[in-house]
T-cell receptor, first 115, second 111 residues
Framework: EADIYQTPRYLVIGTGKKITLECSQT?????MYWYQQDPGMELHLIHY???????EKGDLSSESTVSRIRTEHFPLTLESARPSHTSQYLC??????????????FGPGTRLLVL | AQRVTQPEKLLSVFKGAPVELKCNYS??????LFWYVQYSRQRLQLLLR??SRESIKGFTADLNKGETSFHLKKPFAQEEDSAMYYC?????????????FGTGTRLTIIP
């Protein structure tokens, strides 16, 4: 079934650890996104990609990095986690933009807690 | 800069009463606006887009360019409408297309 997956769903980790949040989609979409969302707050775009080997920083500065080696896979990495990275991370994907038809499909999210 | 404002963080409405969730935007070009919804323990998902002029689950939203608004309305609220609602603006800046989300409004329908 076409879907967008995120793992892990929950992660509790100590300061200084390296972590990778996985995002995969089987929807055949070219565009993928990472958002950061604190509880009850707005979504902030931190990274996006228009296709393989394409990555761009979003509106909110983030110490994380991303890669897009395969169309379906868009992992996010934090080299050294800090408590300030505690948040929910949402992955999304969409087809190439057509007038007014932009629809982003979201994954279930990863809740990260850095102690 | 493109901006989306949802002035109400929380909104409580009695079942059967009309609902209006406010959204204002600032954008110099031709806006493309959307409403996304997140029900409890579910993913964020598209509710409706202005270009389709559609009614989804009884909700409609009209783009008012004069007032730069895209308010979401429903004449008779139902309990299952309780959710978090986000207004979003998409600007077709070639090579830099993305969505800007508002801060969201948590709608609670009182039985």
């Amino acid at each position: 079934e076409a879907d967008i997956y995120q793992t892990p769903r929950y992660l509790v980790i100590g300061t200084g650890k390296k972590i990778t949040l996985e995002c995969s989609q089987t929807m055949g979409h070219d565009k993928m996104y990472w958002y950061q969302q604190d509880p009850g707050m707005e979504l902030h775009l931190i990274h996006y990609s228009y296709g393989v080997n394409s990555t761009e920083k979003g509106d909110l500065s983030s110490e994380s990095t991303v890669s897009r080696i395969r169309t379906e896979h868009f992992p996010l990495t934090l080299e050294s986690a800090r408590p300030s990275h505690t948040s929910q991370y949402l992955c999304a994907s969409s087809t190439l933009w057509q007038l007014g038809q932009e629809t982003q499909y979201f994954g279930p999210g990863t809740r990260l807690l850095v102690l | 800069a493109q901006r989306v404002t949802q002035p109400e963080k929380l909104l409580s409405v009695f079942k059967g009463a009309p609902v209006e969730l406010k959204c204002n935007y600032s954008y110099s070009g031709s806006p493309e606006l959307f409403w996304y919804v997140q029900y409890s323990r579910q993913r964020l998902q598209l509710l409706l887009r202005h270009i389709s002029r559609e009614s989804i689950k009884g909700f409609t939203a009209d783009l008012n360019k004069g007032e730069t608004s895209f308010h979401l309305k429903k004449p008779f609220a139902q309990e299952e409408d309780s959710a978090m609602y986000y207004c979003a603006l998409h600007w077709p800046n070639f090579g830099n297309e993305k969505l800007t989300f508002g801060t969201g409004t948590r709608l609670t329908i009182i039985p």
